[in-house]
């Protein structure tokens, strides 16, 4: 196969960055840098993996489960078909937490995946440590391993719990997730690669909000009396989202993502 091979076989599966996939797939299995592999487009590439890589991307596999690692927030994170895969519009919970606690300050992660959102903020505040939870015993143990690859398993821990489960213990200055808030209607119409990735961690089976109103339910029990409370959601759910806070006397701001829809509510808790 070549690289312009590659290329016309993704774009034919509809792939729609059929050449920057191509790319991907074969800097990680050829080990050659972009700027090689486009300068002889022709080259033959026969790396042990690729011909099973390219196939398994043509089937609609996400890029990422092949390739095993993605970035987020400048950071790599393991990924696998235990957890979601990291997307740019997380990084607002993680830049939330990053900019909001305080000095020394405290954090509970729920629904958790992969632990970038944690892991990510604690990266980049070395004075903060962390809680990350999830009803998923694999994808804690992919957050464990993320924790380690980012060196911060000393600040941040995981723990196995549900969302729904109310909160006893200690309280913390913060507490964000990005709960399942795919609604069962939209799931039958998602793209074929979120068939791959964990539908429990995408979806709540009904409106997609009943796992938000059990955050910020537990949330509430959890943060601290001026803390930070901040939930990842739909772009069409944050007029839902706002009542849901209300209902706990606080009223929300919202954080648009990177196409300006509404995608992260946060308040502060009273």
């Known amino acids: 196969m070549t690289l312009d091979e590659i290329t016309?076989?993704?774009?034919?599966?509809?792939?729609?960055?059929?050449?920057?996939?191509?790319?991907?797939?074969?800097?990680?299995?050829?080990?050659?840098?972009?700027?090689?592999?486009?300068?002889?487009?022709?080259?033959?590439?026969?790396?042990?993996?690729?011909?099973?890589?390219?196939?398994?991307?043509?089937?609609?596999?996400?890029?990422?489960?092949?390739?095993?690692?993605?970035?987020?927030?400048?950071?790599?994170?393991?990924?696998?078909?235990?957890?979601?895969?990291p997307r740019p519009d997380t990084e607002l919970l993680a830049e939330a937490l990053r900019e909001r606690l305080p000095e020394g300050g405290t954090f509970?992660?729920?629904?958790?995946?992969?632990?970038?959102?944690a892991i990510a903020a604690a990266k980049y505040r070395p004075d903060i440590t962390g809680v990350g939870a999830d009803i998923s015993e694999?994808?804690?143990?992919?957050?464990?391993?993320?924790?380690?690859?980012?060196?911060?398993?000393?600040?941040?821990?995981?723990?196995?719990?549900?969302?729904?489960?109310?909160?006893?213990?200690?309280?913390?200055?913060?507490?964000?997730?990005?709960?399942?808030?795919?609604?069962?209607?939209?799931?039958?119409?998602?793209?074929?690669?979120l068939r791959f990735e964990p539908r429990i961690a995408l979806t709540d089976e009904g409106d997609g909000l009943s796992l938000i109103r059990a955050f910020v339910r537990l949330a509430h029990g959890a943060v601290k009396d001026g803390g930070l409370i901040a939930v990842e959601h739909g772009a069409s759910q944050g007029d839902e989202v706002k009542k849901i806070f209300e209902s706990f006397g606080m009223t929300p701001d919202t954080l648009p993502d990177i196409e300006g829809r509404p995608r992260v509510s946060?308040?502060?808790?009273k």
């Open 8 to 85: 016309s076989r993704l774009d034919a599966a509809g792939i729609r960055a059929a050449r920057f996939e191509a790319l991907c797939l074969a800097e990680h299995f050829e080990g050659k840098s972009r700027a090689a592999l486009l300068a002889d487009r022709h080259a033959p590439l026969d790396a042990d993996g690729l011909a099973e890589a390219v196939r398994r991307r043509e089937n609609r596999e996400p890029l990422q489960y092949i390739i095993g690692k993605w970035e987020f927030y400048g950071l790599p994170f393991i990924v696998d078909g235990s957890c979601l895969i």
């Open 108 to 117: 509970l992660d729920m629904c958790t995946g992969s632990g970038c959102v």
């Open 138 to 193: 694999d994808a804690i143990a992919t957050a464990r391993k993320n924790a380690e690859l980012n060196g911060v398993a000393d600040r941040v821990s995981f723990i196995v719990r549900d969302v729904r489960e109310p909160w006893s213990g200690e309280r913390f200055d913060a507490s964000v997730a990005n709960p399942p808030y795919v609604t069962a209607e939209e799931m039958e119409k998602v793209s074929p690669e």
């Open 266 to 269: 946060l308040a502060e808790r």
